[in-house]
């Protein structure tokens, strides 16, 4: 079976093509950084109305790459939430569009879920049941991930998703925005002991996070230092920010892992791609005999391919709960707050 998937729940926009028996065929993003970031955060209404532009010529750039045409599509997997409204409903009416014309099923499917899964388009992959980290600009959760489609919630942030606390902290050192990546690059210049800030609910024995108070810290720690602070004072907060977000993670999720006595593990979103995490948590598994699952590079940001993937996986299992006779589909719906556990 071969399944075209569409996403467009915030800032990128994307397409893929997955096959059920050759795998990923072709996948491709398109980023609305340029837009974005002379607002300092995603605008809802340009993110919305610059889908509209991408969607079409992606789905035809990934047909061409896969020398494949539309009526080969078996099944079109979709992001129906939860994300900006104005954003998913533009892969969601392609989605239908393709669906009534083609005469093929389309599925619904929660953005967490594909990032979950996001670990399976890489080698090695993990096997089910897996602890997986999620952190990304929206969400951070640790999830207990049994099989497809079943997944326990074991802890989430209780206030900024660790993307978010990136992107905030970023901005009061004044680097662009998305600033995850531009504090990354300005850590590696600095000395992560220089600078002590609080790890807030280490303590605590549930599986919560919480990232707000380390964005005031920041900001009362740079009110102690002569304005504009200079370039070392700047690297070394970034390197203390980088650090304690670590850290916070590393403590939970072995937590988590004790807890759940799970072997495998997996971090996936936009903030697994940064390499000084992705070092330290295999220091810190190490002894632990766990097994670490990261997505690659490219899809631990928003991408099609982790939607197509999900997609083909919930066919396979049989978990699609569309009717799969599209005729009987007047309505389509989408879900911008879907609570994982109501999956
Ligand atoms: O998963 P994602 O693409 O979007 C959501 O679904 O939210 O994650 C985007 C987030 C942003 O907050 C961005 O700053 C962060 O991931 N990010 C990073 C890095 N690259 C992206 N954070 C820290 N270090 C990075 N290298
Ligand atoms: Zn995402």
């Given at each position: 079976m071969i399944i075209l998937g569409l996403e467009s729940s915030c800032d990128e926009t994307g397409a893929a093509i997955f096959c059920t028996t050759k795998g990923l065929i072709s996948h491709a993003v398109h980023s609305q950084i340029e837009i974005h970031k002379n607002y300092g955060g995603v605008v809802p209404e340009l993110a919305s109305r610059d889908h509209i532009y991408r969607i079409i010529p992606l789905v035809k750039k990934v047909l061409k790459l896969g020398n494949l045409d539309i009526n080969d599509i078996d099944a079109i997997a979709y992001t129906a939430g939860p994300g900006l409204a104005g954003c998913l409903l533009i892969a969601t009416t392609i989605a239908q569009a393709i669906s009534w014309a083609r005469e093929i099923p389309m599925v619904p499917i929660h953005h967490l879920e594909g990032h979950f899964l996001s670990p399976?388009?890489?080698?090695?992959?993990?096997?089910?049941?897996?602890?997986?980290?999620?952190?990304?600009?929206?969400?951070?959760?640790?999830?207990?991930?049994?099989?497809?489609?079943?997944?326990?919630?074991?802890?989430?942030?209780?206030?900024?998703?660790?993307?978010?606390?990136?992107?905030?902290?970023?901005?009061?050192?004044?680097?662009?925005?998305?600033?995850?990546?531009?504090?990354?690059?300005?850590?590696?210049?600095?000395?992560?002991?220089?600078?002590?800030?609080?790890?807030?609910?280490?303590?605590?024995?549930?599986?919560?996070?919480?990232?707000?108070?380390?964005?005031?810290?920041?900001?009362?720690?740079?009110?102690?230092?002569?304005?504009?602070?200079?370039?070392?004072?700047?690297?070394?907060?970034?390197?203390?920010?980088?650090?304690?977000?670590?850290?916070?993670?590393?403590i939970k999720s072995i937590k988590a892992l004790k807890k759940t006595k799970l072997q495998n593990f997996t971090i996936v979103g936009g903030v697994g791609s940064n390499m000084f995490l992705r070092k330290e948590f295999k220091k810190a598994l190490k002894p632990m005999n766990t097994n670490i699952f990261f997505p690659s590079m490219n899809f631990c940001t928003d991408n099609a391919a982790m939607i197509a993937l999900a997609g083909a996986k919930r066919i396979d299992k049989g978990l699609v709960s569309f009717d799969l006779n599209v005729k009987n589909n007047k309505y389509f719906d989408i879900k911008p707050r879907w609570d994982i556990r109501n999956l």
């Open positions: 399976l388009l890489s080698e090695p992959k993990p096997n089910f049941p897996f602890l997986s980290l999620l952190v990304s600009g929206g969400h951070t959760q640790l999830i207990h991930v049994h099989d497809i489609g079943k997944y326990t919630l074991l802890g989430e942030t209780l206030d900024d998703a660790v993307g978010e606390a990136f992107d905030k902290i970023a901005k009061l050192l004044g680097l662009n925005y998305p600033g995850g990546a531009s504090l990354e690059k300005l850590a590696k210049l600095g000395n992560p002991d220089a600078i002590v800030l609080p790890k807030p609910l280490i303590y605590k024995p549930n599986l919560d996070f919480s990232f707000s108070g380390l964005k005031t810290a920041v900001y009362k720690k740079i009110k102690t230092f002569s304005s504009p602070i200079n370039d070392n004072i700047r690297a070394d907060l970034a390197a203390a920010v980088q650090y304690t977000i670590t850290n916070l993670l590393i």
